[in-house]
């Protein structure tokens, strides 16, 4: 079999928007094809299946009641097969575990629901009706109005501190002070004096990263602290540092660009790194 690429799955199954349930008659006679096909897989692999409100169906084939329940906006990673559930055609799976925040439309509705229903360590079998999938029109290998099968493991559930924890942890770096709003300061060099406190006016340079350390942005900017002119967690941090001072100021979305993200590099839920130089 063809091995299928992270990459084309992506292009196949992300998407904003979640699919119509019943646009016109022939789509209700196809919902019920659907219910009929499911119906028909679960009798012929002896499946007791629980139907959730959204219309798809799952088994829990793997069980953990101590993992962690996701909620919106935790980072989720999962390993996914999808199968046509016709006839078991491998349509697409995750070469790698993919790693997204929960509740932002970035995935098929499908796909996002039936990861809420997990904990994580669990794996389940779903069952999942053409309107949760790929539609109406249906994709390569995906008839229109197809019903799909999804083997789906939730590997692990974090949430932003849980995260940026991590981030410290593996990067082996030591902070040296948190603010009232939870930015972490990891003090590179030692300087003494004052600390800029508010309606300071310097020219930082900065270089703008995400926990898995990709850069989005660098160079440098004039900041007048404490006007708010930039996020809450780049302008309270930097209020904390002293002239001359080297630092990493790591900080959750919700002191960031929070449930809405910025541009195509920063998701919603996202924390947050800058590496930080402030002038003499």
Not at 12 to 37: R, Y
Not at 57 to 71: A, F, I, L, R, W
Not at 192 to 220: A, H, M, P, Q
């Amino acid at each position: 079999m063809k091995k299928i690429s992270l990459l084309w799955v992506a292009l196949a199954i992300f998407g904003l928007g979640a699919c119509k349930k019943v646009d016109d008659s022939t789509d209700q006679n196809e919902v019920d094809k659907n219910e009929q096909a499911i119906d028909k897989y679960t009798k012929d692999n002896n499946l007791t299946t629980v139907r959730d409100s959204s219309g798809l169906y799952y088994v829990k084939t793997v069980t953990n009641s101590s993992g962690n329940k996701p909620k919106i906006g935790d980072e989720v990673a999962i390993n996914f097969v999808i199968h046509r559930l016709t006839d078991g055609f491998v349509v697409g799976k995750s070469d790698s575990l993919l790693r997204y925040p929960l509740g932002i439309n970035l995935l098929k509705p499908g796909i996002e629901r039936s990861v809420s229903l997990l904990r994580s360590g669990e794996k389940g079998t779903f069952l999942l009706p053409f309107y949760l999938m790929f539609g109406s029109a249906g994709i390569d290998n995906v008839p229109p109005y197809s019903p799909i099968r999804m083997e789906l493991e939730v590997v692990q559930v974090r949430n932003e501190a849980e995260q940026i924890a991590d981030y410290i942890a593996n990067n082996k770096l030591i902070v040296s002070e948190t603010t009232p709003n939870g930015v972490r300061i990891v003090r590179l060099n030692t300087v003494t004096g004052d600390s800029l406190g508010k309606g300071k006016t310097v020219n930082v340079k900065y270089v703008g990263k995400l926990l898995s350390n990709k850069v989005f942005d660098k160079g440098s900017l004039e900041v007048n602290t404490g006007s708010r002119g930039t996020v809450v967690g780049f302008d309270e941090g930097i209020s904390h540092l002293r002239k001359g001072e080297k630092a990493i100021l790591i900080f959750p979305s919700s002191i960031g660009y929070g449930a809405k993200g910025a541009g195509k590099d920063i998701l919603p839920y996202a924390p947050l790194v800058f590496e930080i130089e402030v002038p003499k």
